[in-house]
């Protein structure tokens, strides 16, 4: 009996000592993510049992103010106390209206809960990096939201991989730190935004409950967002934002209507953005806005017929374009002008109107749609940025990829019919636009992707194929996980601009080559005026060089506002100003072979400085006018070229090469009249001669390319031989036989004018050899 009895108590003492080490293990497994969905689904159902159990709903928001003490308090106290006591607070909110079974201030009150803890958590995690705590970082990072996915966007991971690239060394906590913020802030602006679209669809319809839950949302999405707002606006504009969302809570919690309170909010909210968006993905996103616009008139179309909905299924894809058409403008609406953001906001809420009104019995005209689509295109295109115009094809990947999973959707469902539909629609987004660059770029490439696009017989058979023969759904996803290879590839491709090196070394090249030639010219006209008498006629000279300078920087101007006006026509413009480049250049070329010795061209600017000083012509004035023209033509020629690649690569990259090219020229000036430093002008002309024909052949390759993209002229891939892509991104290389062609044509113009020069030459030497030795 007693061995019995030893035996039990051995057995309770291992039971106890395992249960002692199994709960706090047990305990230390659960996540901040997985406390605050318990919390959140106990405040849920506790707003649920509120109209039938009062006494449940206080049981279970205890519960959850329990759960948040025990596991997030700490974490979010120490890093966060204000986050912290709005938490608190909102607790102690739940508690009362559920003892008051008041379901409107509960679900105000559930709100600001949630969206306290969710600030909280992002700035414990700005806190951990900063004190390299890369394991609470990664622990709480889980905790947050991400903007409302659809099939045309995909949740977005930069905070995950910063973090993992901050604990592997290979980011600085500061930069993990503001692309988690980033990424944060953009969701939850994101978030905000649709709050504020949900409420004013709750206000109409008196959805008392949910326009309590909002309005506090909002609020709560807000105060994530208020360090970003007091940073670009002040503390004092951030005072009037937060009495604005305090006002929106209270209004919420009242009988009124809140138009006037939603207009205060949309109000301070004008024109900002937390974590504004990088210059690449400002174009992508115009490039998804655009794509959008014009499918939901084409899906409406396919979904209407006789003033009814025929196809249920075309109607929602019309309002899911419409939905993602909108995300993309919310988030560029910040960089459009208020009055378009104002008649836009109008135009996307009219057609989200029509789509919600239509049914089987009754539907707005397809052309209506499409009206109304082609004019809120048009109205934004006309009002972006030329950059955002100059196409981001990265934009229409997304939405093929977006409509490749339409096709798994539609197979998936056994609906081939409409599979077959969407991967037409896809190919079409492909063929009209990225296709061109690629062939371009990638000739053999582009083969493989239209195969698997439509009938390929080899391994991994094309889908157009699959979905006639209606294959299994796992044979469609391996096919278009190929597919998808090839996608990335050619994205990343496609995506590839100039180098930024090469575009500026352009730049310099000319400038210094350009300015070179002013300062040669000047020196030539000056080196005479050395009596004391004559050197007072170099300020006139030196007075029309400063009047040179002016007007080529007005001419810049006039030629930089004169493109952005034209920037809708986006790559055609881009082909136009690239052949005026070219030919700017062949006439410099030509200009400097036939004159290489420079006697004709500095011969009559002499003869007009001896008119003038002779008094022939009205003194200061024709000495002025001499030193302008002697810069001025170098400065025109400048300014037309560098617009060409102003289109190519932005602004900042071509003045960054002309700042260099204008400090070598000062450089050159400097030697040449102060220090009256002799140089070797005759080979540093030759030396930059040369340079600038490498210039043409890149830039010719490049308009070659532009004019192929736009559909100016044909494409004729060389399959035969296989050219690196770099070489286009430096050289304007591309395996096409027109590239090539185009760019053996202009090296053969500037060496056959060279050779025709130097005949001309022999030439005049010939004929006034016989002349001289008769005199003699």
Not at 413 to 421: I, N, R, T
Not at 445 to 473: C, H, S
Not at 608 to 632: C, D, M, N, P, T
Not at 745 to 772: C, D, M, N, W
Request: charged residues 20%; negative net charge.
């Amino acid at each position: 009996m007693r061995h019995k009895l030893n035996v039990q108590l051995a057995i309770g003492l291992i039971l106890c000592l395992l249960l002692a080490n199994v709960f706090p293990a047990f305990a230390a497994s659960v996540t901040p993510f997985d406390s605050a969905e318990e919390i959140r689904t106990a405040l849920v159902e506790a707003q649920l049992k509120l109209a039938t159990d009062p006494s449940v709903a206080l049981a279970l928001a205890s519960e959850a103010e329990a759960s948040y003490t025990a596991t997030l308090a700490p974490g979010i106290g120490a890093a966060a106390p204000e986050a912290h006591g709005r938490a608190l607070s909102a607790f102690v909110r739940l508690g009362e209206s559920a003892r008051t079974a008041d379901a409107v201030a509960f679900a105000a009150a559930r709100g600001q809960a949630w969206t306290a803890i969710l600030a909280g958590s992002e700035q414990v995690v700005e806190a951990a990096l900063h004190n390299n705590d890369t394991a609470t970082a990664r622990t709480w990072l889980p905790l947050r939201e991400y903007r409302t996915a659809t099939r045309y966007s995909r949740a977005r991971a930069d905070a995950t991989l910063a973090v993992d690239q901050f604990a592997a060394g290979q980011m600085a906590a500061d930069d993990a730190v503001l692309t988690v913020r980033a990424d944060l802030f953009g969701t939850y602006q994101a978030r905000l935004d649709e709050a504020l679209r949900d409420l004013v669809k709750a206000d109409q319809n008196s959805f008392a409950v949910r326009r309590a839950e909002l309005a506090a949302l909002a609020a709560g999405y807000f105060e994530i967002l208020a360090p970003a707002y007091a940073e670009q606006r002040g503390t004092d504009a951030l005072a009037t934002a937060s009495d604005a969302f305090s006002g929106l809570g209270s209004a919420a919690l009242g009988s009124d209507g809140m138009a006037a309170t939603l207009d205060t909010v949309n109000g301070v909210l004008d024109g900002f953005r937390a974590a504004p968006l990088s210059p690449a993905e400002q174009a992508r996103r115009a490039g998804q806005l655009m794509r959008f616009i014009g499918l939901i008139s084409v899906e409406y179309g396919r979904g209407v017929s006789d003033g009814k909905v025929i196809h249920d299924f075309e109607i929602q894809e019309a309002v899911t374009f419409h939905e993602a058409a909108y995300a993309a403008f919310a988030d560029l609406r910040d960089q459009l002008p208020s009055g378009v953001v104002a008649q836009s906001t109008a135009v996307f809420d009219h057609i989200g109107a029509q789509l919600a009104a239509a049914s089987p019995s009754v539907a707005a005209d397809p052309s209506d749609i499409k009206d109304a689509t082609k004019d809120l295109a048009s109205m934004l295109q006309d009002s972006m940025p030329a950059e955002w115009l100059a196409g981001s094809a990265q934009g229409d990947f997304d939405v093929i990829a977006s409509m490749l999973d339409q096709v798994e959707s539609a197979v998936r469902g056994g609906d081939y019919a409409m599979a077959e539909s969407a991967r037409l629609e896809a190919y079409a987004i492909m063929e009209t636009g990225p296709e061109a660059r690629l062939i371009v770029l990638a000739p053999q490439m582009a083969p493989e992707i239209e195969n698997l696009f439509w009938n390929n017989q080899g391994t991994y058979k094309g889908l157009a194929y699959l979905i006639a023969n209606q294959a299994t759904l796992s044979e469609v996803q391996a096919s278009r996980a190929q597919l998808d290879g090839l996608l990335a590839e050619a994205e990343e491709l496609v995506g590839r601009e100039s180098s930024p090196v090469a575009v500026a070394t352009n730049a310099g090249v000319i400038v210094f080559r350009e300015g070179m030639e002013a300062v040669i010219i000047l020196a030539a006209l000056m080196s005479s005026m050395r009596r004391s008498e004559e050197q007072r006629y170099r300020k006139p000279m030196w007075a029309g060089t400063a009047l040179a300078l002016v007007a080529t920087i007005g001419i810049w101007l006039l030629a930089h506002e004169v493109l952005q006006s034209l920037a809708r026509y986006g790559e055609r413009l881009e082909a136009v100003v690239s052949l005026i480049a070219v030919a700017v250049l062949l006439v410099i070329m030509n200009w400097f072979l036939h004159k290489i010795y420079w006697t004709s061209w500095i011969a009559s600017f002499h003869s007009r400085k001896r008119r003038l000083i002779s008094g022939e012509a009205g003194l200061i004035l024709g000495l002025v006018a001499l030193g302008f023209a002697s810069v001025f033509r170098e400065g025109f020629e400048v300014v037309l070229f560098l617009q060409a690649l102003v289109l190519e690569s932005g602004t900042a990259v071509v003045l960054a090469g002309t700042a260099v090219g204008l400090l070598l020229v000062v450089l050159l000036g400097v030697l040449t009249f102060k220090l009256q430093v002799r140089l070797p002008y005759k080979t540093m002309l030759v030396v930059t001669g040369v340079l600038i024909g490498l210039v043409l052949l890149q830039i010719t390759g490049k308009t070659v390319y532009t004019m192929q993209v736009v559909g100016w002229m044909p494409i004729h891939p060389i399959h035969q031989i296989t050219i690196p892509y770099w070489w286009g991104t430096w050289f304007g290389i591309y395996p096409t036989w027109e590239g090539l062609a185009l760019q053996f044509a202009a090296a053969g113009f500037v060496i056959g004018s060279y050779f025709l020069a130097e005949r001309k030459q022999k030439g005049k030497r010939h004929r006034t050899a016989p002349s001289a030795s008769g005199a003699a």
